[in-house]
Nanobody, 126 residues
Framework: QVLLVEFGGGLVQAGGSLRLSCACS??????????MGWWRQAPGKEREFVAA????????FYTDSVKGRFTISRDNAKNTVYLQMNSLKPDDTAVYYC?????????????????WGQGTQVTVSS
């Protein structure tokens, strides 16, 4: 079982930055066994893939709209995954969710993730 808790959301002006953190508490296996992802959901829209990092931290993936602006990373010694968000835009406004899973085929597939955090609100004003 995995418990994920996100921190770092808030209100920021366009062009600003935020860093999200996701603290993981796992039983039965180590945090480093899990592939990790960040997803977001805006009002009236489906949950959208944002970024992901493999269990070793060697492979990262991003949706096109955040490439060059967002960076995902993990510190397995601290059981934490991060999402550094720079040059934020109003379209980035959403609830951001941390997720954990064991990838079988694609890090972009919702079904590849088994555990989800409660979400943290990110609001970017114009």
């Amino acid at each position: 079982q995995v418990l994920l808790v996100e921190f770092g959301g808030g209100l920021v002006q366009a062009g600003g930055s935020l860093r999200l953190s996701c603290a993981c508490s796992a039983s039965g296996r180590a945090f480093s066994d899990y592939d990790m992802g960040w997803w977001r959901q805006a009002p009236g829209k489906e949950r959208e893939f944002v970024a992901a990092v493999s269990r070793s931290g060697t492979n990262t993936f991003y949706t096109d709209s955040v490439k060059g602006r967002f960076t995902i990373s993990r510190d397995n010694a601290k059981n934490t995954v991060y999402l550094q968000m720079n040059s934020l835009k109003p379209d980035d406004t959403a609830v951001y969710y941390c997720a954990a899973g064991l990838w079988k085929s694609s890090p972009f597939d919702f079904n590849e993730y088994d555990y989800w955090g409660q979400g943290t609100q990110v609001t970017v004003s114009s």
